[in-house]
């Protein structure tokens, strides 16, 4: 049920309007006033949905009352009427505030119902809009709060004024009124620190039933919690596992004495500072490992994966773990006491090490390289051994895999995020487009001028044109499951060709089908074809940067009958693909286009469409000479 004030200074027209909106919904009220002042009078005592207000009035103007209601600070949604159709007016109204415009000619009560309809959508899309915008001001102010927290971190080598200072920042990062972190050796506390409030360590027995993280308004499963913090009588306590390498465990507790706020965004960015967090003690860790007697020190930089090493200020390496010696082909035996420019002679590793001059740092660092198609973390430490001799410890650490993951993680949620956006729009074209086609199609019946019917059949054109635009928005979003179908491909190649002809003809580009006696797949033909056009697009580009007398587009088919698949290849004779993007061109949002010629999501969606319909995509070859990709999909149904 909506409320609807009505601001219109003749009776008459009081009643024709809310005749018309009881038509169209008799759920609405609508409140009709003939003044301004009665108008104020009813806002200050009734919640709005929206108003409309006439253009000439006795006390002021509609203008001026918007101008009113935007200086009041009150944000309901205004529709001006008007017998003034002119464009001054039109223009004078939107600057004021207005969400429309409505002209006051014969029956344009009976329009108003769905001018409140257009308006209390649009109304919602920018309050949505508007929160979005908050939500993504708030989550990058705590990336930047949470980028600062790590800078700190990283820079504190001391496990415990590590912990201390990861402690008082994620109670910080989540408002919370205080908190604890408590570090075990099985069930042996060796790190316990506090933030704002005085308890006793709980129980190590707690680590082993916390799997992820909770907010807890009931402590009562959780004796543990409940008991040391029994004094405080918190109303929401969060709490989270904390697993560092070496065997220990613990948990990262947050206490908040009043009801908080936290959302997915809060808890997404204390997961990720949690990560840092964890990385942070665990190098804190290391560095303390390092600092014992030299059996120990030995032993446990055998057992890390990642590559560690000890330089003294001569460029003698004095230590090293079994993953530097395996790197550099050599025995350890080998390798101590020699200089690190001797034997790093078959380590790629150690020549990127000495490329960067990280040999001559004697304080502090850390630093991510890119070094042959591969990412490392390379961190030095600065060391005094009881000789007096300065030395560094030097951790080299391949997050290639880490990296790739992430970022695959990332670009899939941007992807995921541009698809729904995608699809929404879609779907709110759809709503007025839908008027237009049937207005246009109710005139074309009853109009029997040929000019007027002309006029009209161009509007009919467009908006099928509209509606194509949008079947193709909602098949690029693909937020549903592959309808599929026994379809031919052929027909889906001839298809796609089809949209692009007026392009290949006017380029020159001559198509050439070498099809084979096909089956018929079992796959979604819109998703293929869409799958098509983007290798054809694809093609196109890399032909715009050829000069070729004969540019040349090849779409050659064939069934393989033991694998039960339909085979395609797409060749061109264009540019190519330069073989340092190869590894790179399924990724999302990853293209060599310059700007406004491409978005790098082709390939991805493409990949992505032919996976979910039982098929594979993959570059079978590229060169200057061009470019060939092979598909290969289902013909039976699963």
């Known amino acids: 049920m909506g409320k609807i004030l009505v601001i219109e200074d003749s009776l008459q027209q009081h009643e024709l309007i809310k005749r018309a909106f009881l038509r169209y919904d008799d759920t609405l009220e609508v409140i009709t006033v003939s003044s301004v002042s009665e108008g104020f009078d009813v806002l200050e005592n009734e919640d709005l949905d929206i108003i409309f207000v006439d253009y000439v009035l006795q006390e002021m103007n509609g203008v001026q009352f918007l101008k009113e209601l935007k200086k009041n600070s009150i944000d309901i949604p205004t529709v001006l009427i008007t017998a003034r159709g ?62 600062n927290l790590i800078q700190s971190l990283n820079e504190e080598l ?37 933030e704002n409030i005085e308890i006793a360590p709980p129980e190590c027995s707690l680590i082993k039933k916390i799997e992820g993280i909770l907010l807890l308004e009931d402590l009562s499963p959780y004796p543990e919690i409940e008991k040391v913090l029994k004094g405080y009588s918190p109303a929401v306590v969060l709490i989270a596992p904390f697993r560092l390498s070496g065997g220990l465990n613990g948990v ?22 949690l990560d840092a967090l964890t990385s942070a003690v665990n190098n804190s860790l290391l560095f303390e490992q390092v600092a014992r007697s030299q059996t120990l020190w030995q032993v446990t930089f055998d057992a890390i994966s990642d590559i560690l090493f000890v330089v003294d200020e001569r460029g003698i390496v004095q230590k090293c773990n079994r993953a530097f010696a395996e790197d550099c ?49 390379i961190s ?69 001028d040929e000019d007027i019917q002309r006029e009209l059949a161009k509007i009919a054109n467009a908006a099928d044109r509209c509606k194509t635009i949008v079947e193709n928005l909602l098949a690029f979003s693909r937020q549903k499951e592959p309808e599929k179908t026994y379809t031919m491909i052929n027909d889906i190649i ?61 779409f050659r088919t064939a069934h393989n009958k033991d694998a039960g698949t339909i085979q395609i290849w797409i060749s061109d004779n264009g540019t190519g693909i330069p073989a340092d993007v190869i590894p790179r061109i399924f990724d999302p949002f990853f293209t060599t286009k310059p700007v406004n010629k491409g978005s790098g999501l082709g390939l991805s969606i493409s990949h992505g469409i032919v996976k979910e319909n039982g098929g594979t995509i993959h570059l079978e070859e590229t060169s200057p000479e061009g470019t060939t990709f092979y598909i290969e999909l289902p013909v039976k149904q699963p």
């Not at 009124?177 to 060796?190: A, S, T």
């Not at 990262?252 to 990720?272: C, K, M, T, W, Y």
């Not at 198509?511 to 979604?524: F, S």
């Open 252 to 273: 990262f507790a947050v206490v908040f004495l009043q009801e908080p706020s936290i959302g997915d965004e809060q808890i997404n960015a204390f997961r990720l500072y």
């Open 494 to 554: 001839d298809g796609a060709v089809e949209l692009r002809a007026y392009w290949l003809r006017s380029n020159n580009v001559e198509v050439v089908r070498e099809y084979g006696e096909l089956p018929y797949a079992y796959v979604d033909p819109q998703q293929i074809q869409q799958v098509i056009l983007n290798l054809l697009i694809n093609a196109e580009h890399a032909l715009e940067e050829v000069d070729r007398d004969q540019k040349r587009v090849i």
């Open 86 to 147: 002119d464009e001054r007016t039109a223009v004078e109204a939107i600057k004021a505030g207005a969400y429309e415009y409505v002209i006051k000619d014969i029956g344009y009560f009976n329009a108003l119902p769905h001018v409140y309809k257009k308006v209390m959508e649009e109304h919602s899309a920018r309050r949505a809009l508007s929160k979005a915008h908050r939500r993504i001001l708030e989550f990058n102010e705590n990336l930047l709060r949470i980028n």
């Open 158 to 194: 001391d496990t415990t004024e590590t912990v201390r200072k990861g402690l008082s920042g994620g109670v910080d990062l989540l408002g919370g009124d205080g908190g604890f972190i408590c570090l075990c050796d099985n069930d042996k506390i060796v790190e316990f620190e506090t």
């Open 329 to 377: 082909g050599l025995h350890p035996r080998e390798i101590v006491g020699a200089p690190l420019l001797k034997i790093c002679g078959k380590s790629n590793i150690m020549k990127m090490y000495l490329d960067l001059n990280l040999g001559e740092k004697r304080e502090y660092f850390s630093q991510e390289v890119s070094y042959h198609e591969k990412r490392f973390i």
């Open 380 to 448: 030095g430490f600065p060391v005094v051994f009881p000789d007096g001799t300065t030395a560094m410890v030097n951790i080299v650490k391949d997050i290639t895999e880490t990296s790739r993951l992430k970022e695959q993680l990332f670009h899939a949620d941007k992807l995921a995020s541009l698809g729904l956006l995608v699809s929404g729009v879609a779907h709110e074209i759809n709503n007025p487009l839908t008027g237009i086609v049937g207005y246009t199609e109710l005139l074309q019946m009853k109009v029997k």
